[in-house]
């Protein structure tokens, strides 16, 4: 007899990620869909929706459906989970998986309750959600379910999610609307405000992982750009300098770091004197942004550290909770 397949889904601002029982991660894409206003209709979603963003027509316009973490489009959401749940299950199609859903610490119970509803009408059987840095710090394989103190720092495209969590339950936490889409806006910024160039977000996120230090560094790289003078509106260039970089980087970084900081004053002095030992463990895809771990030490005093696969931490998180509702 063919069962349900069991997923699990890290619901990110800038990417999706799909766990699924038996094979693993198997689908990361981003979450967005690529909207034709004139016709109302989708014409793309993930992957192939991000590769039309500034080069579509007037008409078709990229939404990404979750801003800061939670929901801004209902019926966009719905879209994409539904998307992504029949891409998951293939020729199974008709039989309804249980889903397990990650969402930010911060979100609502009537945001919880929309994430769910999207995912009953995308075809779920039973749909349950977690904690999103809960989810990352079991996936970064941190045992939560012990009295003692676990820092992990979620840094995702739209938020980053803070929890310290003991015996399996969260003891303080944050959630801030600082993540690696800060960092790509901090770039365009200041490469609109120094060179007068102005470029798009996929040249910016390409500068950030080639190039971008949030931290100071030794060694200095170079990246040429193009894009669009400010003034003229023709086709311009620069060469950029990772040093010059560091500044704005920096200062996005500092802001995460002082929210790190500011949940750690929140705890007991036993449970600071854990984390002190333990370490702050970073996930989420915005911890592969050089200098973040060395910005979080330096703030804080305690050892950060990122773990193996911080971009599929909390994905893989779902899927043990998954097989907790068996136990």
Known sequence: ?????????????????????????????????????DEEKIKACGAEAASMIGRTPGNVSAIMPLRDGVISDYVMTEYLLRYFIRKAIGHRGFLKPRIVIAVPARTTDVERRAVKEAAYQAGAKDVYTVESAAAAAVGAGLDISKAAGNMVVDIGGGTTDIAVISLGDTVASASIPIGGNAFTEAIIRFVRKNHLIFIGEQTAENVKKSIGYAWPHKEEKFMEIKGRNVFSGLPGKVMLSSFELVEPLQETGNRLADAVANVIEQTTPEIATDIQKRGIVLTGGGTLLRGVEEAITRRTGIFAVTAENP?????????????????
């Open 1 to 37: 007899m063919i069962k349900a397949a069991d997923i699990g889904i890290d619901l990110g601002t800038t990417n999706i990620v799909v766990y699924i029982k038996g094979k693993g991660i198997i689908i990361k894409e981003p979450a967005v869909i690529a909207y034709d206003r």
């Open 311 to 327: 971009a599929s931490c909390t994905a893989l998180g779902t899927a043990r909770y998954l097989q907790v509702i068996d136990e």
